[in-house]
């Protein structure tokens, strides 16, 4: 190898070690500090009434009875959820996505307002499909925990408090995930901890606050942090 060729190898990997250095060392560090195991609880009665008592603290026959939900998250993806037929518009960029839940392949896809087929249709779906899992389970995810699949335990915290720990075993993108809800006394959610195939570090913990309450009495929240990220929900209209 010739002097140049070892001066440009060298000027590379001094790049590669600079930048990938720094990473490494902060995940370390956010990984010792934040990781934690999954905990354990125990399923019945008690866990099923603390969850009832977060659904009573949100009102949750007031969700249950809204049909239409719109918003928009993180000013990137915006929905128009109709939870009565299951059907969800979804928009981001120049797509339109029209999901149809019960069957996604009847779902349509449009760029700039013209429908498209095949393979392009079956992308655009695929990603509607993800986002609108992913972003629908940060507005409506107190609501979810007796779907079909879930299982629920209630779990003592360190400081000797009831948190209820739910775990999706079916339905979504990712099935297997598991989430601590932290409650305040009323039972309304203040935060909850994930643990989820997506996220490298297991029991990252996220707020839930800026809660408002909608035309038809459900609560909604319009803003999470996750370590040093906060994302807002926004444009939440509802109806019945």
């Known amino acids: 190898m010739s002097k140049k060729s070892k001066r440009i190898l060298k000027i590379v990997t001094g ?5 990938t250095l720094p990473s490494m060392l902060f995940f370390g560090f956010l990984y010792f500090k934040y990781n934690e195991d999954l905990p354990t609880g125990i399923q ?12 009573d ?3 949750y026959d007031a969700y249950k ?21 299951n059907t969800c518009d979804v928009y981001w960029k120049e797509n339109k996505v029209t999901l149809n839940l019960n069957d996604i392949s009847k779902s349509k896809a449009y760029i700039h307002g ?8 079956e992308a655009l779906i695929d990603k509607a499909v993800d986002y609108f899992n992913n972003d629908s389970f940060w507005l409506v995810a107190p609501y979810k925990v007796f779907d079909a699949g ?22 979504g993108t990712t099935p297997g995930d598991s989430y601590l809800w932290l409650l305040e006394k ?27 309450t909608t035309e038809t009495g459900a609560q909604l929240p319009t803003f999470h942090k996750l370590l040093f990220f906060g994302f807002e929900i926004e444009g939440i209209k509802v109806s019945n």
């Open 186 to 212: 009323n039972g309304k959610p203040k935060s909850f901890k994930m643990w989820t195939s997506v996220l490298p570090i297991d029991g990252l913990e996220a707020s839930w606050s800026d809660w408002v």
């Open 15 to 19: 790049a590669i070690v600079f930048l």
């Open 114 to 121: 013209f429908n498209t087929e095949r393979e392009m249709a």
């Open 57 to 59: 603290a949100l009102d």
């Open 150 to 171: 879930v299982e629920r335990r209630l779990v003592k915290t360190e400081t000797n408090e009831d948190a209820l720990l739910v775990t999706y075993n079916s339905g």
């Open 44 to 55: 019945g009665e008690k866990a099923d009434a603390l969850a009832y008592k977060m659904l």
């Open 65 to 85: 009875n809204t049909k239409i939900i719109e918003w928009t998250y993180k000013k990137r993806h915006h929905y128009e959820w109709n939870k009565v037929k």
